[in-house]
């Protein structure tokens, strides 16, 4: 027989760590999203300043047209 005993205090601080680490990776994975995003957008910019085409940019960076045109604008670059 199992000798079981429920301690409400314990399950409670159990429940909260584990939400802490849920969140946390929520948190990391957002923060790298918008890292990978941030990068993706100055190498956008390096390759306006270089004078490439808009459909190699929009392909190499996986930008939509919207946003590099926005890149583009914001940096004071004719498009």
Do not use: C, H, Y
């Amino acid at each position: 027989m199992v000798n079981f005993k429920w301690d409400q205090k314990r399950a409670l601080e159990v429940a909260k760590e584990d939400g802490i680490s849920i969140g946390e990776a929520r948190g990391e994975a957002r923060g790298e999203a918008r890292g990978e995003r941030n990068d993706m957008m100055k190498v956008a910019l390096s390759l306006l300043k270089k004078g490439l085409p808009v459909g190699v940019i929009t392909d190499s960076t996986n930008l939509s047209l919207e946003e590099v045109r926005k890149i583009a604008k914001d940096n004071g670059l004719a498009f």
